[in-house]
């Protein structure tokens, strides 16, 4: 194999990793994000008592406050991430031209995604916060 073929191959697999990391962490992201939403949802319904809203307990209030928090974890990822895009494409378009577009552009992708990776599990994290608390609520609820 030679140099060319190498790099060839070398860039396309970076191509594909990227690509497939995408996917799965706005995969994860999305579900997620539906699962924070249908936990505030049912903290809300199981928070009205005869026509009058009443926070059950103080772990759903915990977990209603985590979540709410969450959203704006998720908010601030995505804007980070869609700035660093912009940022770096024009950055490169400036600096560089298309003459070593795809090599300076990756090794941004993966530094950033190194830092990407750090923010998808601190959201799963705070998420497994948010669930542990909201199961635990709502069994001192129904209880």
């Known amino acids: 194999m ?8 070398y860039e396309a ?4 990793g990227q690509g497939f990391y995408n996917a799965q962490s706005s995969k994860v992201s999305q579900n997620i994000r539906t699962l924070v ?3 505030i949802a049912i ?9 009058a809203f ?23 990822h995505y804007f980070l991430d869609s700035r660093f895009y912009y940022n ?19 090794q941004a992708l993966i530094k950033h995604s190194k830092v990407s990776y750090y923010w998808i599990w601190a959201k799963v994290i705070v ?4 669930a542990l608390l ?10």
């Not at 199981?46 to 026509?51: F, I, L, N, P, T």
């Not at 209030?61 to 959203?71: A, E």
């Not at 909201?134 to 209880?143: K, P, T």
């Open 54 to 76: 009443e926070l059950p307990n103080t772990l759903l209030v915990v977990s209603l406050f985590i979540s709410f928090g969450y959203l704006l974890i998720d908010i601030l």
């Open 134 to 143: 909201f199961v635990i609520g709502m069994g001192c609820h129904l209880l």
């Open 13 to 16: 697999s970076i191509e594909e």
């Open 127 to 130: 998420f497994a916060i948010i």
């Open 43 to 51: 903290i809300w319904v199981v928070s009205y008592k005869d026509g």
């Open 37 to 39: 939403m249908g936990i």
């Open 2 to 9: 030679t140099d060319k073929e190498t790099k060839e191959n």
């Open 88 to 106: 770096k494409l024009i950055s490169i378009e400036k600096h560089y031209g298309q003459k070593t577009y795809l090599k300076v552009y990756n």
